[in-house]
């Protein structure tokens, strides 16, 4: 089984709202991850969760703010977004699967837009 | 920095062999990673090289020349599913994938 589970599948809010995108794995995967992904484009690293502590921050603005309750969850919490953070947000986890591989595993994503 | 190059666009025939190419240039190389991405979906994992040559996987193949920074994807008799974009992704790290554009292959009948 290589299912990653993310909710909601689509979001609307306004710049005011604040809401939360959920993402669930049951693989023992040990690291979790955000990515952005806008149209025609490749998914943009966002931010790694690597035994439930956060490794990896690309320099994401702070109304973006990721949280990792446990292994098998991984939050975003959203606040005060801009219209151009409308885009495609995908949940990846990845752990040892053979010698050194790390293979990333994606979710649906939730498309969020942004009014 | 990261620089991955890949062609944008390409056509290819049902039932015909198409070759998609990636040159990369990372700091910091573990491995490479070829995903394939329907259009609204998200990425599925195609192949993993980590050493030079070719790795076989049914109608899909991929292979790397770590010193010319140079990995391929090989589709094989090509179905009209097989329409999607593919990206390579250089792993450049223990958690880090860095993506191509990707290649928006089309398969016409």
């Known amino acids: 089984d290589t299912e990653v589970t993310q909710t909601p599948k689509h979001l609307v809010m306004g710049m005011t709202n604040k809401k939360s995108l959920k993402c669930e794995q049951h693989?023992?995967?040990?690291?979790m991850y955000w990515y952005k992904q806008k149209a025609k484009k490749p998914p943009e690293l966002m931010f790694v969760y690597s035994y439930e502590k956060l490794s990896i921050n690309e320099s994401v603005p702070s109304r973006f703010s990721p949280e990792c309750p446990n292994s098998s969850l991984l939050n975003l919490h959203l606040h005060a977004l801009q219209p151009e953070d409308s885009a495609l947000y995908l949940c990846?986890?990845?752990?040892?699967?053979?010698?050194?591989?790390?293979?990333?595993?994606f979710g649906p994503g939730t498309r969020l837009t942004v009014l | 920095g990261q620089n991955i190059d890949q062609p944008t666009e390409m056509t290819a025939t049902e039932g015909a062999i198409v070759q998609i190419n990636c040159t990369y240039q990372t700091s910091g190389f573990n491995g490479l990673f070829w995903y394939q991405q329907h259009a609204g979906e998200a990425p599925t994992f195609l192949s993993y090289n980590v050493l030079d040559g070719l790795e076989e996987k049914g109608r899909f193949s991929s292979f790397l020349s770590r010193s010319k920074g140079y990995s391929y994807l090989l589709l094989k008799e090509l179905q009209m599913k097989d329409s999607a974009s593919y990206l390579c992704a250089p792993q450049t790290g223990a958690n880090n994938l860095f993506f191509g554009t990707g290649t928006r292959l089309t398969v016409i009948p």
């Open positions: 693989m023992g995967h040990r690291a």
């Open positions: 990846a986890s990845s752990g040892r699967t053979s010698g050194n591989t790390d293979t990333q595993y």
